[in-house]
């Protein structure tokens, strides 16, 4: 039976929060079995907490926002994205601002903690969401869809009409059956356009937004002096957010995703579709010989 997995001691880490532009403290404490991802707000009083829970999402503008009651957690998408990509399924995270830091943009450095930490298996089962009949949302041009596959496997299309991102590849799929999300998926960086700043500053978001967090376009350009990590890290990185956004559903799915032109809010709906019709998914466990290739822990290292 594939086993349930968290990290093996706990670790910490200080950063900026991209959209509050405070400094916050970050930690990562193991959980015990069947406990999923809980974040705590431990600079409010009893340390609130909420759970990486798809109904749990408020607000999508330019991050995932968790809440409840009068507790928010911002931005929690690259750091989910990492969890999913290494197969943690139980974690305390705990945070003394309402934002997750977005180091440098990408899920890397969170990778690097959790790696720091090291697995740690547990003696219960694994579960997943296994896809059985497909789930799809549309709005105003852009689509989000969950369908049946034995894996885990993502296609996703961008469309910016933007010199810079034209060079590069603007439709990227992934097999995680033959493929390491932190090698292929991890290292890429949310990306931003400088003549959006001040209207995103106004409305108090990206006011902690630097060439060291993201990449950064002006109307021809990219600004950074750093060379993209991937030929085509704009669109990889619409797929880092993507597998985020999906760990909300509380378990690994087991299925393919399609999109063109998604974002949190469309990710985040077809989430909740899929859960109104219990006859789209099932949750299910593995035993050693017929998990899905993409979920074969022990075969793929942390950094191959």
Do not use: W
Request: charged share 25%.
């Amino acid at each position: 039976m594939l086993k349930q997995h968290t990290i093996a001691a706990p670790v910490k880490t200080v950063g900026i929060g991209l959209h509050t532009g405070r400094k916050v403290t970050l930690k990562l404490i193991p959980a015990p079995i069947n406990t999923g991802i809980i974040f705590h707000r431990v600079d409010l009083p009893n340390a609130p907490g909420i759970k990486a829970d798809a109904h749990a999402v408020t607000d999508t503008r330019l991050a995932t926002v968790l809440q409840n009651g009068d507790t928010r957690i911002s931005t929690v998408e690259h750091l989910l994205s990492g969890c999913a990509g290494l197969g943690i399924d139980n974690l305390i995270i705990e945070l003394d601002c309402e934002e997750v830091p977005i180091m440098d943009g990408s899920a890397a450095s969170f990778l690097f903690l959790i790696e720091s930490a090291g697995l740690q298996e547990q003696d219960a089962p694994r579960q997943f969401i296994v896809i059985k009949k497909p789930v799809e949302i549309r709005d105003s041009g852009k689509l989000a869809r969950l369908e049946p596959f034995d894996g885990f496997k993502l296609d996703f299309t961008i469309d910016f009409k933007h010199p810079a991102v034209d060079k590069t590849g603007q439709r990227h799929v992934i097999d995680f059956a033959d493929s390491t999300y932190a090698r292929e998926i991890g290292r890429a960086r949310t990306f931003g356009f400088a003549h959006e700043v001040e209207a995103l500053r106004e409305m108090g978001l990206a006011r902690g937004g630097s060439l060291d967090n993201a990449i950064v376009l002006d109307e021809h350009r990219i600004l950074n002096n750093e060379e993209l990590r991937y030929d085509d890290e704009f669109v990889r990185h619409k797929i880092l957010d993507a597998i985020g956004d999906l760990y909300l559903a509380g378990h690994p799915i087991v299925g393919a995703y399609v999109a063109e032109k998604s974002g949190h809010a469309l990710n985040n709906a077809l989430l909740r579709a899929l859960f109104a019709d219990p006859t789209t998914y099932e949750v299910k466990s593995f035993d050693e010989s017929n998990t899905p290739k993409a979920y074969q822990l022990k075969n793929k290292p942390l950094f191959a």
